[in-house]
């Protein structure tokens, strides 16, 4: 019992140890827009080295789905100025958090994959895997924020949802290091947005069946 009741107290004080780093993160001037440059400068290179090819290739009317990290940031970027000022752009919320979250996962598994497959972690498989684990401690951050609104939830989750069918049907998925890993990689890039979705969807069923009682753990905007 008295294991079961230190757990109890256990879970609230992470929970606020966490809340207050978000704040930290995203209402601090200095943090935030270091955390702004830092995702809009490293979209950059994105963009252009490692998705060049796949934009050249994909028609114009898939572009947005084809760039899948360095929009994930992007989308970031423009989000963490807009809640560091109060602007409650929860779909940008919603795109920003889901899709570093699942691409940040996604890279990481990748590497990993490749390393069982044979590979070797080498600098830019180690550097990658860190940035982009980055990328999902961002979108943990971020959901702090989060109201989970019916339509906002909507409309971010079957985004997710296009980009894998863009992705995995139509091939525009990432470059990935062993092609041979493709299968494993599908069903890792699927499954994580099932996870997002039905947590956005439980969350935002939540709200609907206590308005009063369930909203952004971290509310505020900077001073």
């Known amino acids: 019992m008295v294991e079961a009741g230190a757990r109890l107290e256990r879970r609230p004080v992470l929970r606020d140890l966490w809340l207050r780093f978000a704040r930290w993160a995203v209402l601090t001037p200095a943090i935030a ?18 998705y060049g090819d796949s934009l050249s290739e994909a028609p114009w009317h ?17 989000a963490l100025v807009a809640f560091h000022y109060g602007r409650r752009w929860e779909f940008l919320g919603l795109l920003a958090t ?28 180690i550097l990658m895997s860190l940035t ?26 079957l985004f997710l949802i296009v980009n894998d069918v863009v992705d995995y049907v139509f091939g525009y998925h990432p470059p990935i290091p062993n092609p041979e890993d493709l299968g494993s990689i599908t069903w890792f890039s699927v499954g994580t947005t099932a996870v997002i979705v039905c947590s956005w969807t439980a969350l935002c069923w939540a709200r609907w069946r206590n308005p009063g009682g369930v909203r952004p753990w971290a509310d505020g905007r900077a001073t």
């Open 132 to 157: 982009h684990f980055g990328m999902v401690v961002e979108g943990l951050i971020l959901s702090m924020f989060l109201r989970f609104r019916p339509l906002p939830v909507l409309l971010a989750s």
């Open 62 to 78: 898939l572009w947005l789905f084809v760039p899948d990290s360095p929009l994930s940031v992007t989308f970031m970027g423009i």
């Open 33 to 50: 827009w270091l955390l702004v440059v830092v995702n809009l400068g490293s979209a950059v290179p994105g963009y252009l080295f490692w």
């Open 98 to 125: 889901g899709a570093c979250v699942k691409y940040g996962l996604w890279t990481d598994f990748v590497w990993f994959t490749d390393y069982l497959s044979g590979g070797r972690y080498h600098f830019i498989a």
